[in-house]
């Protein structure tokens, strides 16, 4: 198979991975989340099961769906990526984020990634240890808790005194130092939807595009609301 077959990505489907992956992240761009290159979006096509990646160091707000890359399985191995991409376009490279993002479909099972670089994020990184918390704020509703709801089997939201809770690990000079960081919190929260990275951004994930950009907009809101409500002396969780 020919390493650049645009046949994985040119789809006339706006809802095409390829295409929301440029379109969400112009987007995103406007809303200064992913600025100078920095963040990204990776989808799985729940159809084929491939993996659409960014590449890296481009504008990602000018990206095209011939600009991407594609992947046949989450299986990363640093030493053999050459075999990981179905897709792979002349001249540009996987993000950096790539082992970050298959990481979240391994372990979790998920079908987007989304990760920006919010200045939310990063000053509530720097006004949270471990955990960001938030309660008894209407936006937590919609965002996923851990209970399952029997008839559906699916998560059901938390409630509005219900406390959202988001990991926070620690930064490093490159992006792959933070799998291990990523794969314990995977394996110790399955049912965080988003860590945050102190003093670098959010990672945001969801059983859908769709649902990682609604956990993304809450968060974010929330972030910005929790930075306000601290610089007050409110605290972010009602006793
Ligand atoms: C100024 S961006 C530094 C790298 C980064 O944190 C990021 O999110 C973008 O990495 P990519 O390799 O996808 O360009
Ligand atoms: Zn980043």
Same mark, same amino acid.
């Given at each position: 198979?020919?390493?650049?077959?645009?046949?994985?990505?040119? *789809?006339?489907?706006?809802?095409?991975?390829?295409?929301?992956?440029?379109?969400?992240?112009?987007?995103?761009?406007?809303?200064?989340?992913?600025?100078? /290159?920095?963040?990204?979006?990776?989808?799985?096509?729940? @159809?084929?099961?491939?993996?659409?990646?960014?590449?890296?160091?481009?504008?990602?707000?000018?990206?095209?769906?011939?600009?991407? %890359?594609?992947?046949?399985?989450? #299986?990363?191995?640093?030493?053999? @990526?050459?075999? +990981?991409?179905?897709?792979?376009?002349?001249?540009?490279?996987?993000?950096?984020?790539?082992?970050?993002? +298959?990481?979240? %479909?391994?372990?979790?099972?998920?079908? &987007?990634?989304?990760?920006?670089?919010?200045?939310? &994020?990063?000053?509530?990184?720097?006004?949270?240890?471990?955990?960001?918390?938030?309660? #008894?704020?209407?936006?937590?509703? &919609?965002?996923?808790?851990?209970?399952?709801?029997? @008839?559906?089997?699916?998560?059901?939201?938390? +409630?509005?005194?219900?406390?959202? !809770?988001?990991?926070?690990?620690?930064?490093?000079? %490159?992006?792959?130092? +933070?799998?291990?960081?990523?794969?314990?919190?995977? !394996?110790?929260?399955?049912? /965080?939807?988003?860590?945050?990275?102190?003093? #670098?951004?959010?990672?945001?994930?969801?059983?859908?595009?769709?649902?990682?950009?609604?956990?993304?907009? *809450?968060?974010?809101?929330?972030?910005?609301?929790?930075?306000?409500?601290?610089?007050?002396?409110?605290?972010?969780?009602?006793?």
């Amino acid at each position: 198979m020919s390493m650049i077959s645009d046949e994985l990505v040119v *789809s006339e489907d706006p809802l095409h991975p390829a295409n929301l992956i440029c379109s969400l992240c112009t987007k995103f761009y406007e809303k200064d989340w992913c600025l100078g /290159t920095g963040g990204g979006i990776s989808i799985r096509d729940q @159809e084929t099961n491939r993996y659409y990646i960014a590449p890296s160091g481009v504008q990602k707000e000018l990206m095209k769906p011939t600009d991407l %890359f594609v992947v046949n399985g989450y #299986h990363y191995d640093p030493d053999h @990526e050459d075999t +990981l991409f179905i897709r792979k376009p002349d001249g540009l490279k996987p993000s950096d984020c790539t082992p970050l993002f +298959l990481t979240c %479909f391994k372990e979790l099972g998920v079908s &987007a990634v989304i990760h920006t670089h919010s200045s939310n &994020a990063v000053m509530a990184s720097l006004l949270y240890d471990d955990f960001f918390e938030i309660s #008894h704020i209407e936006q937590v509703k &919609a965002l996923p808790s851990h209970k399952i709801d029997p @008839e559906t089997g699916k998560h059901i939201n938390l +409630l509005f005194q219900d406390t959202l !809770r988001i990991p926070v690990i620690e930064n490093q000079n %490159f992006e792959y130092e +933070l799998t291990d960081d990523l794969i314990n919190i995977c !394996r110790k929260y399955p049912h /965080t939807c988003a860590v945050i990275v102190r003093r #670098h951004g959010i990672f945001v994930w969801g059983p859908s595009i769709q649902k990682a950009k609604i956990y993304n907009e *809450s968060i974010d809101y929330l972030l910005g609301l929790a930075i306000q409500m601290k610089e007050m002396g409110i605290d972010t969780v009602k006793k």
